[in-house]
């Protein structure tokens, strides 16, 4: 069995596949997938010994260059163009589409699985952009939702106005061009009839109506047996814990300086700091001895050795820090990082920072609640319920889903 896994966006859209492309391997499946072409992508795949096909252009370099809003209808239609060109070939003797990531890239990529006439599967990472009457949808830059508009099924079919207006014109394009129909609905067409939703059943329970068909997996976290760099395990080593900080894919625009405040917060309790340069470029803001700046590191063994993690509340990060059972510090930024820093706080497992702009005293308020006892023995608990077999249980999915005695076509319909 060979499988595509496909997605364009940030590093949370990537790792996620890394875990899959490893339990598929496991169970003697091969997968490879299509992404951006960032290093940092390419280098975490090729540890891993999972094949890259790079698609459309730099992730990082889009994100840190943070273009107008007026500019993402162009933007997608280079996106979906890029996977017309690119996909046909990587997906050549694969058995199912896995698509993820962007809209415009997950809808260009479904469609090739469609012309292509292979079965293909829609995932999230993060329930909000699955219609539910119980929440708001997103919203897209340039595109505010009325606030005046209490009705959640409104504001959904907003939504899907929305995207077709941004998307749909672009998408209907390449597809006409490749011998396909126009698309009814953009959204509704990414999405299908049974999404799956790689999230963890406790920490993200789905929330919304059966009549979706969602398939909750359980989150989707590759084993990594990188060990923690020398330097980092000898500061680790050399007195209490620390806290982590970091924002992941996160450029900071609304924050440039987040490392000095982040750094004076944990001094204000005491701690030492490991600090995550990650997109933000983060860097050490003076040369005192109780600071470390790490690059690339195994998250899952290097959270199991910290205080506190401030970071972003990408659904990544802030699952693998609940699995460690580590108290937490969310400052989200954008999309669905104020959704999970909700989560957290609900649970009890860390703090919910208001904005994404921290200053000394608004972090150092919100460290006070994660290291404090009560937040850790929760975090502790909860972490006991973390499961830790999602990328496994959708592996086995994807067998029984290209199994050749079932019929042929699209998982989604």
């Known amino acids: 069995m060979r499988v595509l896994l496909s997605t364009y966006g940030s590093r949370g859209d990537v790792e996620p596949l890394v875990g899959l492309a490893m339990a598929l391997r496991d169970l003697g499946a091969e997968a490879l997938v299509c992404a951006p072409p960032d290093e940092d992508f390419a280098r975490r795949l090729a540890g891993a010994g999972v094949p890259l096909v790079p698609v459309g252009p730099s992730a990082r370099a889009l994100t840190k260059a943070a273009p107008a809003p007026s500019s993402l209808p162009e933007r997608a239609a280079a996106l979906i163009a890029a996977q017309f060109e690119v996909v046909p070939e990587a997906a050549e003797g694969c058995d199912v589409l896995v698509a993820t990531g962007m809209v415009p890239a997950a809808a260009g990529a479904l469609s090739v699985a469609e012309k292509l006439g292979i079965r293909s599967v829609s995932v999230t990472f993060q329930q909000l952009t699955l219609p539910s009457p119980l929440r708001r949808p997103l919203e897209y830059p340039g595109r505010p939702l009325p606030p005046e508009v209490t009705d959640h099924r409104v504001l959904w079919d907003l939504d899907a106005e929305s995207i077709d207006v941004l998307f749909g014109e672009a998408l209907d394009t390449s597809r006409v061009s490749h011998g396909l129909p126009p698309v009814r609905g953009v959204r509704d067409y990414v999405i299908g009839d049974r999404p799956w939703l790689a999230t963890d059943p406790f920490l993200d329970p789905w929330q919304g109506s059966e009549d979706l068909g969602v398939v909750q997996t359980g989150a989707w976290i590759a084993p990594d047996v990188r060990p923690l760099p020398a330097a980092l395990t000898a500061f680790l080593e050399a007195g209490a814990p620390p806290v982590y900080v970091g924002f992941g894919s996160m450029p900071l625009h609304t924050a440039p300086d987040a490392a000095r405040v982040a750094v004076e917060a944990a001094r204000a309790h005491g701690r030492r700091v490991v600090l995550g340069g990650g997109w933000a470029g983060l860097t050490r803001p003076d040369d005192g001895d109780d600071c470390f700046l790490v690059g ?10 910290v205080a506190a993690v401030v970071h972003h509340g990408g659904a990544g990060t802030t699952t693998t820090a609940a699995r460690a059972g580590t108290p937490q510090v ?14 957290v ?8 920072h208001d904005g994404p702009a921290p200053t000394v005293a608004s972090l150092t308020a919100a460290l006070g609640t994660a290291l404090a006892p009560g937040t850790a023995a929760r975090a502790r608990t909860v972490a006991a319920t973390v499961r830790t077999d999602g990328a496994t249980v959708a592996a086995q999915l994807l067998l029984d889903l290209a199994d050749p005695a079932k019929p042929r076509g699209s998982a989604r319909t």
């Open 296 to 305: 690339e590191a195994d998250h899952r063994a290097l959270f199991g050795r």
């Open 330 to 343: 969310v400052v989200p930024q954008v999309a669905d990082q104020p959704y999970w820093a909700d989560r």
């Open 345 to 352: 706080a609900g649970l009890g497992i860390g703090a919910a």
